[in-house]
Antibody, heavy 125, light 107 residues
Framework: EVQLVESGGGLVKPGGSLRLSCAASGFTFSNAWMSWVRQAPGKGLEWVGRIKSKTDGGTTDYAAPVKGRFTISRDDSKNTLYLQMNSLKTEDTAVYYC????????????????WGQGTLVTVSS | DIQMTQSPFSLSASVGDRVTITCRASQNINNYLNWYQQKPGKAPQLLIYAASSLQSGVPSRFSGSGSGTYFTLTISSLQPEDFATYYCQRSYSIPWTFGQGTKVEIK
Protein backbone atom coordinates (compact mmCIF):
# COMPACT_ATOMS: atom_id res chain seq x y z
CA GLU A 1 0.00 0.00 0.00
CA VAL A 2 1.32 3.42 -0.96
CA GLN A 3 1.64 5.59 2.11
CA LEU A 4 2.94 9.08 2.90
CA VAL A 5 3.23 10.13 6.54
CA GLU A 6 4.16 13.70 7.47
CA SER A 7 5.62 14.73 10.79
CA GLY A 8 7.38 17.65 12.42
CA GLY A 9 4.58 20.18 12.61
CA GLY A 10 3.97 22.33 15.65
CA LEU A 11 3.92 25.81 17.10
CA VAL A 12 6.76 28.16 16.22
CA LYS A 13 7.31 31.88 16.70
CA PRO A 14 7.55 34.29 13.77
CA GLY A 15 11.08 34.30 12.43
CA GLY A 16 11.67 30.77 13.64
CA SER A 17 12.45 27.57 11.78
CA LEU A 18 10.91 24.14 11.47
CA ARG A 19 11.68 21.01 9.48
CA LEU A 20 8.92 18.76 8.23
CA SER A 21 9.46 15.16 7.19
CA CYS A 22 7.43 12.88 4.96
CA ALA A 23 8.07 9.14 5.20
CA ALA A 24 7.16 7.23 2.07
CA SER A 25 6.42 3.55 1.64
CA GLY A 26 4.82 1.18 -0.83
CA PHE A 27 6.47 2.57 -3.94
CA THR A 28 9.92 3.30 -5.35
CA PHE A 29 10.52 6.64 -3.67
CA SER A 30 13.79 7.34 -5.48
CA ASN A 31 11.96 7.45 -8.83
CA ALA A 32 9.25 9.82 -7.61
CA TRP A 33 8.86 13.54 -7.98
CA MET A 34 7.56 14.92 -4.71
CA SER A 35 5.69 18.09 -3.85
CA TRP A 36 4.53 19.96 -0.78
CA VAL A 37 1.10 21.58 -0.79
CA ARG A 38 -0.30 23.63 2.09
CA GLN A 39 -3.73 24.72 3.23
CA ALA A 40 -4.25 27.62 5.59
CA PRO A 41 -7.12 27.19 8.07
CA GLY A 42 -10.43 27.45 6.22
CA LYS A 43 -8.69 28.27 2.93
CA GLY A 44 -7.86 26.55 -0.32
CA LEU A 45 -4.86 24.58 -1.50
CA GLU A 46 -1.54 26.23 -2.30
CA TRP A 47 1.39 24.50 -3.97
CA VAL A 48 4.62 25.14 -2.03
CA GLY A 49 7.30 23.46 -4.10
CA ARG A 50 8.65 20.24 -5.50
CA ILE A 51 11.76 18.16 -5.99
CA LYS A 52 12.36 15.93 -8.95
CA SER A 53 13.95 12.50 -8.74
CA LYS A 54 17.72 12.35 -8.89
CA THR A 55 17.52 10.59 -12.24
CA ASP A 56 15.63 13.60 -13.54
CA GLY A 57 18.16 16.01 -12.07
CA GLY A 58 16.95 16.32 -8.48
CA THR A 59 16.10 19.98 -9.07
CA THR A 60 13.69 22.00 -7.00
CA ASP A 61 11.04 24.59 -7.78
CA TYR A 62 9.24 26.85 -5.33
CA ALA A 63 6.21 29.08 -5.16
CA ALA A 64 7.00 32.78 -4.92
CA PRO A 65 5.78 33.25 -1.30
CA VAL A 66 8.29 30.72 0.04
CA LYS A 67 11.21 31.05 -2.35
CA GLY A 68 14.41 31.84 -0.46
CA ARG A 69 12.92 30.78 2.87
CA PHE A 70 11.91 27.15 2.32
CA THR A 71 14.11 24.31 1.08
CA ILE A 72 12.94 20.93 -0.14
CA SER A 73 15.31 17.97 0.02
CA ARG A 74 15.14 14.22 -0.07
CA ASP A 75 16.99 11.23 1.34
CA ASP A 76 16.32 8.33 -0.97
CA SER A 77 18.17 5.93 1.35
CA LYS A 78 15.55 6.69 4.01
CA ASN A 79 12.59 7.10 1.64
CA THR A 80 12.02 10.50 3.21
CA LEU A 81 11.15 13.95 1.90
CA TYR A 82 11.93 17.10 3.87
CA LEU A 83 10.73 20.68 3.99
CA GLN A 84 13.05 23.06 5.84
CA MET A 85 11.17 26.22 6.69
CA ASN A 86 13.11 29.30 7.82
CA SER A 87 12.10 32.89 8.59
CA LEU A 88 8.57 31.73 9.23
CA LYS A 89 5.72 34.21 9.02
CA THR A 90 2.23 34.09 10.49
CA GLU A 91 0.87 33.60 6.97
CA ASP A 92 2.78 30.30 6.75
CA THR A 93 0.31 28.82 9.25
CA ALA A 94 -1.26 25.86 7.46
CA VAL A 95 -1.60 22.12 7.18
CA TYR A 96 1.29 20.92 5.05
CA TYR A 97 0.74 17.91 2.82
CA CYS A 98 3.36 15.93 0.98
CA UNK A 99 2.26 14.34 -2.24
CA UNK A 100 3.69 12.40 -5.12
CA UNK A 101 3.78 14.45 -8.30
CA UNK A 102 3.17 12.26 -11.31
CA UNK A 103 4.61 13.64 -14.51
CA UNK A 104 3.01 12.23 -17.62
CA UNK A 105 5.38 11.09 -20.36
CA UNK A 106 2.62 11.46 -22.94
CA UNK A 107 2.11 15.18 -22.59
CA UNK A 108 -0.86 15.12 -20.25
CA UNK A 109 0.68 17.28 -17.56
CA UNK A 110 1.41 16.59 -13.88
CA UNK A 111 -0.90 15.63 -11.06
CA UNK A 112 -0.75 14.84 -7.36
CA UNK A 113 -1.50 11.35 -6.10
CA UNK A 114 -1.44 10.12 -3.41
CA TRP A 115 -1.33 12.59 -0.52
CA GLY A 116 -0.24 12.26 3.08
CA GLN A 117 -2.59 13.11 5.95
CA GLY A 118 -0.88 16.45 6.58
CA THR A 119 0.86 18.09 9.51
CA LEU A 120 -0.18 21.39 11.07
CA VAL A 121 2.29 24.25 11.35
CA THR A 122 1.23 27.20 13.48
CA VAL A 123 3.30 30.37 13.40
CA SER A 124 2.34 32.61 16.28
CA SER A 125 3.92 34.63 19.04
CA ASP B 1 1.18 33.30 -13.50
CA ILE B 2 -1.84 31.58 -14.99
CA GLN B 3 -4.88 32.11 -12.77
CA MET B 4 -7.61 29.55 -12.23
CA THR B 5 -11.17 30.67 -11.47
CA GLN B 6 -13.67 28.15 -10.19
CA SER B 7 -17.41 28.61 -9.99
CA PRO B 8 -19.63 28.49 -8.14
CA PHE B 9 -17.97 29.11 -4.77
CA SER B 10 -20.55 26.82 -3.22
CA LEU B 11 -23.73 25.03 -4.18
CA SER B 12 -26.54 23.16 -2.48
CA ALA B 13 -27.84 20.03 -4.12
CA SER B 14 -29.87 16.95 -3.33
CA VAL B 15 -28.93 13.30 -3.58
CA GLY B 16 -29.48 12.22 -7.17
CA ASP B 17 -28.93 15.67 -8.66
CA ARG B 18 -26.61 16.30 -11.58
CA VAL B 19 -23.93 18.78 -10.52
CA THR B 20 -21.50 20.72 -12.69
CA ILE B 21 -18.53 22.77 -11.49
CA THR B 22 -16.55 24.97 -13.85
CA CYS B 23 -12.93 26.05 -13.89
CA ARG B 24 -11.54 28.74 -16.18
CA ALA B 25 -7.88 29.43 -16.90
CA SER B 26 -6.59 32.91 -17.63
CA GLN B 27 -4.81 31.54 -20.68
CA ASN B 28 -4.67 28.36 -22.74
CA ILE B 29 -3.55 25.36 -20.72
CA ASN B 30 -4.43 22.68 -23.29
CA ASN B 31 -5.75 19.72 -21.26
CA TYR B 32 -3.39 20.18 -18.31
CA LEU B 33 -6.17 20.32 -15.74
CA ASN B 34 -6.86 18.05 -12.79
CA TRP B 35 -9.70 17.77 -10.27
CA TYR B 36 -9.52 16.81 -6.59
CA GLN B 37 -12.08 16.08 -3.89
CA GLN B 38 -11.45 17.03 -0.28
CA LYS B 39 -13.61 16.04 2.66
CA PRO B 40 -13.40 17.92 5.98
CA GLY B 41 -10.27 17.09 7.93
CA LYS B 42 -8.95 14.85 5.16
CA ALA B 43 -6.31 15.13 2.47
CA PRO B 44 -7.40 15.85 -1.10
CA GLN B 45 -7.90 12.92 -3.45
CA LEU B 46 -7.35 12.90 -7.19
CA LEU B 47 -10.53 12.40 -9.21
CA ILE B 48 -9.71 13.43 -12.78
CA TYR B 49 -6.39 14.07 -14.52
CA ALA B 50 -5.61 15.54 -17.91
CA ALA B 51 -9.06 17.15 -18.01
CA SER B 52 -11.06 14.00 -18.68
CA SER B 53 -9.22 10.86 -17.50
CA LEU B 54 -10.84 9.15 -14.53
CA GLN B 55 -8.38 8.14 -11.81
CA SER B 56 -8.43 4.45 -10.98
CA GLY B 57 -10.96 3.62 -8.30
CA VAL B 58 -13.03 6.77 -8.77
CA PRO B 59 -16.73 6.12 -9.44
CA SER B 60 -17.88 6.58 -13.02
CA ARG B 61 -20.47 9.18 -11.99
CA PHE B 62 -17.57 11.64 -11.98
CA SER B 63 -16.49 13.00 -15.35
CA GLY B 64 -14.38 15.85 -16.62
CA SER B 65 -14.33 17.73 -19.89
CA GLY B 66 -12.85 20.76 -21.57
CA SER B 67 -9.64 22.06 -23.01
CA GLY B 68 -7.92 25.37 -23.54
CA THR B 69 -9.40 27.73 -20.96
CA TYR B 70 -12.74 26.18 -19.98
CA PHE B 71 -13.21 22.97 -18.01
CA THR B 72 -16.02 21.23 -16.17
CA LEU B 73 -16.36 18.55 -13.52
CA THR B 74 -19.72 16.77 -13.57
CA ILE B 75 -21.22 14.45 -11.01
CA SER B 76 -24.03 12.67 -12.84
CA SER B 77 -26.00 11.58 -9.79
CA LEU B 78 -24.89 13.07 -6.50
CA GLN B 79 -24.38 10.55 -3.70
CA PRO B 80 -24.20 11.24 0.06
CA GLU B 81 -20.44 10.61 0.08
CA ASP B 82 -19.90 13.26 -2.61
CA PHE B 83 -20.61 16.18 -0.32
CA ALA B 84 -17.17 17.76 -0.16
CA THR B 85 -15.04 20.56 -1.58
CA TYR B 86 -13.72 20.21 -5.11
CA TYR B 87 -10.59 21.88 -6.50
CA CYS B 88 -9.25 22.22 -10.00
CA GLN B 89 -5.49 22.42 -10.52
CA ARG B 90 -3.53 23.36 -13.61
CA SER B 91 -0.18 21.85 -14.53
CA TYR B 92 0.66 23.74 -17.69
CA SER B 93 3.65 25.55 -16.22
CA ILE B 94 5.23 26.10 -12.83
CA PRO B 95 3.96 27.32 -10.40
CA TRP B 96 1.11 24.84 -10.19
CA THR B 97 -2.04 26.61 -9.03
CA PHE B 98 -5.40 25.51 -7.71
CA GLY B 99 -8.81 27.00 -8.11
CA GLN B 100 -10.47 28.53 -5.05
CA GLY B 101 -12.59 25.44 -4.45
CA THR B 102 -16.30 24.64 -4.72
CA LYS B 103 -18.11 23.40 -1.65
CA VAL B 104 -20.95 21.02 -2.44
CA GLU B 105 -23.49 20.98 0.38
CA ILE B 106 -26.66 19.07 1.10
CA LYS B 107 -29.88 20.86 0.20
Amino acid sequence: EVQLVESGGGLVKPGGSLRLSCAASGFTFSNAWMSWVRQAPGKGLEWVGRIKSKTDGGTTDYAAPVKGRFTISRDDSKNTLYLQMNSLKTEDTAVYYCTTEYSSSSGQGNWFDPWGQGTLVTVSS
Amino acid sequence: DIQMTQSPFSLSASVGDRVTITCRASQNINNYLNWYQQKPGKAPQLLIYAASSLQSGVPSRFSGSGSGTYFTLTISSLQPEDFATYYCQRSYSIPWTFGQGTKVEIK
